[in-house]
């Protein structure tokens, strides 16, 4: 982990990872474009199933001001696979098996969960902006209302 959080104007890092489905996904494939990067603990569970839903639900209108959203978790590409079919999401889930792509956006994170500590990705989501510089950035992001809340950011670039 560095030792600089990422911060509002950096150039995020790199991305090239496996998406649900079977294909690859570069960040650098969406050069010129707004992208949403949301990153998540688990497929599958209660929190993250919202915010999928909701991110899904919105898609169209992502689409309309000509944004990219994909959610991140370290989940396998079968995870995601058997999470989309569930839930009918109409994202691209990435996997990051190895963390290393949660390790460089700073998402990796120790949590307590009940008075126990484990390492665990924050809920975070990055707005990248078509010039190629983060936007806006939402740590420990609550879901309700998050993904409503990213869609006004992308209409205000």
């Avoid at 982990?1 to 090239?16: H, R």
């Avoid at 899904?56 to 209108?61: G, M, P, V, Y």
């Avoid at 944004?67 to 569930?86: L, N, P, Q, T």
């Avoid at 809920?123 to 939402?138: E, N, V, Y």
Wanted: negative net charge; glycine residues 10%.
């Amino acid at each position: 982990m560095s030792d600089t959080e990422l911060a509002e104007g950096n150039t995020p890092p790199a991305i090239t990872l496996p998406r649900d489905g079977g294909e690859t996904v570069s960040l650098s494939d969406h050069s010129g474009q707004p992208v949403v990067l949301f990153f998540y603990p688990r497929d599958d569970t209660s929190g993250c199933t919202r915010e999928a839903v909701a991110f899904t639900s919105l898609a169209a209108e992502f689409k309309s001001l000509g944004a990219v959203i994909f959610g991140i978790s370290k989940d396998s590409v079968k995870k995601h696979d058997r999470f989309v079919a569930k839930h009918e999401l109409g994202i691209p889930l990435l996997s990051d098996e190895d963390g290393d792509v949660c390790e460089r956006y700073g998402v990796w994170k120790e949590k307590s969960m009940y008075g126990k500590t484990h390492m665990g990705i924050e809920r975070s989501t990055f707005l990248i902006g078509a010039d190629g510089k983060i936007a806006r950035i939402w740590r420990k992001v609550k879901v309700p209302g998050h993904a409503e809340e990213v869609l006004e950011a992308v209409r205000s670039l």
